[in-house]
């Protein structure tokens, strides 16, 4: 069965501190991988999202995320983080469906 | 255009009641999917339509939930009986098609008492 896993469920970070946050699925055909995030009180959006092509894919607000298929991964990154990041974030495959990880909360404080 | 929007956004309904959830995706959008957000649960798949039939009902909890499309655009989520676990915020999101990104509403706010 498809699943997602996100190994940190709780991040804090001071600002301009370096974001990596993993993520690794298990399923061994051809997927689409996404980031979503959720800032307080709003809802899902979508961060960035790799269907091919370049495995370093640039999203918005700074955010890249690097599809690495040998190791089934697909980590998010900022280098420099804003108090203004402070969400929860979601990794999805879309195989037939889309699954979610479980979250991360990340708190950057000022 | 308008994104994905659901109705109502909160719902407080006494334990047994059936409630009814609606979703109107994005114009043009032929897959629907529900989901379930509920706190430390994450986001849980419930169903996925194309078009108007559901290919994938692997994620309804039990058979209290039941889901239906019409006209290619408006779904309703229906729970029946409703348990006090039942108690989330439910999800709806489209797309263009079923690998493409997905559009997610606001969400209903369901609360079981």
């Known amino acids: 069965a498809q699943s997602v896993s996100q190994h940190n469920h709780h991040v804090i970070l001071s600002e301009a501190a370096s974001l990596e946050l993993g993520c690794n699925y298990s399923y061994g055909g051809t997927v689409n991988l996404f980031w979503y995030v959720q800032y307080p009180g709003q809802h899902l959006q979508l961060l960035l999202k790799y269907f091919s092509g370049d495995p370093l894919v640039k999203g918005i607000k700074g955010f890249e995320a690097e599809f690495i298929k040998s190791k089934f991964s697909f980590n998010l990154r900022k280098p420099s983080v804003q108090w203004s990041d402070t969400a929860e974030y979601f990794c999805?495959?879309?195989?037939?469906?889309?699954?979610f990880g479980s979250g991360t909360r990340l708190l950057v404080r000022p | 255009g308008a994104g994905v929007s659901q109705s109502p956004s909160n719902k407080v309904t006494e334990k047994g009641k059936d409630v009814e959830l609606r979703c109107d995706p994005i114009s043009g959008h032929t897959a629907l999917y529900w989901y379930r957000q509920s706190l430390g649960q994450g986001l849980e798949f419930l169903i996925y339509?194309?078009?108007?039939?559901?290919?994938?009902k692997s994620g309804l909890p039990s058979d209290r939930f039941s889901a239906e499309r019409t006209g290619g655009s408006v779904s309703t989520l229906t729970i029946q009986r409703t348990q006090q676990e039942d108690s989330a915020v439910y999800l709806c999101a489209s797309s263009l098609d079923v690998y493409g990104e997905q559009f997610f509403g606001p969400g209903t706010r369901l609360t079981v008492l």
């Open positions: 339509f194309q078009g108007n039939s559901a290919p994938d």
């Open positions: 999805a495959v879309n195989a037939s469906k889309l699954i």
